[in-house]
């Protein structure tokens, strides 16, 4: 039988879709359009399939990847405890090169956001807004 995860990834997302003891597959569709005021809301839609809603990498996705969805509440700790701004914002955006985001696995961010926004200036906000997310979530 077939059981069906759907999971409404980012990016549009992926759609995950499982057969009973098979891995999840993660399939791309439209991004579902949020506020680019609300950070925690971008998060959970486009983020947390992948690194979990608590960041730690354990999204329902993330068995599907090749490569383990970061640990984003570690950020600052494994950069001496500054929180790597710049970095994030990049990786968001898909500057930053990563084995995973910009790869066929992971859309590149600032692509979407653009493709959702009205403005660049939005696009931006989108990628500022989910960067002081990123930050909010960082262990103490
Ligand atoms: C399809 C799965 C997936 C989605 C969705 C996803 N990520 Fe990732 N992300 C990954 C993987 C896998 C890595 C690890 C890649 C690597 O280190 O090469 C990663 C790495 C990162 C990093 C770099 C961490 C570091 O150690 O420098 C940041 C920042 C990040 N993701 C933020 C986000 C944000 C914010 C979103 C939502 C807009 C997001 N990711 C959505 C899979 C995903």
Same mark, same amino acid.
């Given at each position: 039988?077939?059981?069906? %995860?759907?999971?409404?990834?980012?990016? &549009?997302?992926? $759609?995950?879709?499982?057969?009973? #003891?098979?891995?999840?597959?993660?399939?791309? $569709? !439209?991004?579902? +359009?949020?506020?680019?005021?609300? &950070?925690?809301?971008?998060?959970?839609?486009?983020?947390?399939?992948?690194? &979990?809603?608590?960041?730690?990498?354990?999204?329902?996705?993330?068995?599907?990847?090749?490569?383990?969805?970061?640990?984003?509440? #570690?950020? !600052?700790?494994?950069? &001496?405890?500054?929180?790597?701004?710049? @970095?994030?914002?990049? !990786?968001?955006?898909?500057?930053?090169?990563?084995?995973?985001?910009?790869? @066929?696995?992971? +859309?590149?961010?600032?692509?979407?956001?653009?493709?959702?926004?009205?403005?660049?200036?939005?696009? #931006?906000?989108? %990628?500022?807004?989910?960067?002081?997310?990123?930050?909010?979530? #960082?262990?103490?």
């Amino acid at each position: 039988m077939i059981r069906k %995860i759907a999971v409404f990834i980012a990016l &549009g997302s992926l $759609v995950l879709t499982a057969m009973a #003891q098979d891995k999840p597959k993660v399939e791309r $569709v !439209s991004p579902t +359009p949020t506020s680019a005021a609300d &950070g925690k809301a971008m998060f959970k839609q486009y983020c947390a399939p992948c690194h &979990g809603m608590d960041a730690k990498g354990n999204g329902p996705a993330a068995p599907a990847l090749k490569a383990a969805p970061a640990d984003l509440t #570690q950020l !600052s700790a494994r950069n &001496g405890g500054k929180f790597p701004e710049n @970095k994030v914002f990049g !990786s968001i955006k898909g500057e930053v090169g990563l084995a995973a985001h910009g790869s @066929k696995e992971m +859309p590149i961010w600032g692509d979407v956001f653009r493709s959702m926004s009205r403005s660049e200036g939005e696009t #931006q906000l989108r %990628i500022t807004n989910l960067t002081n997310y990123v930050r909010s979530l #960082q262990a103490k």
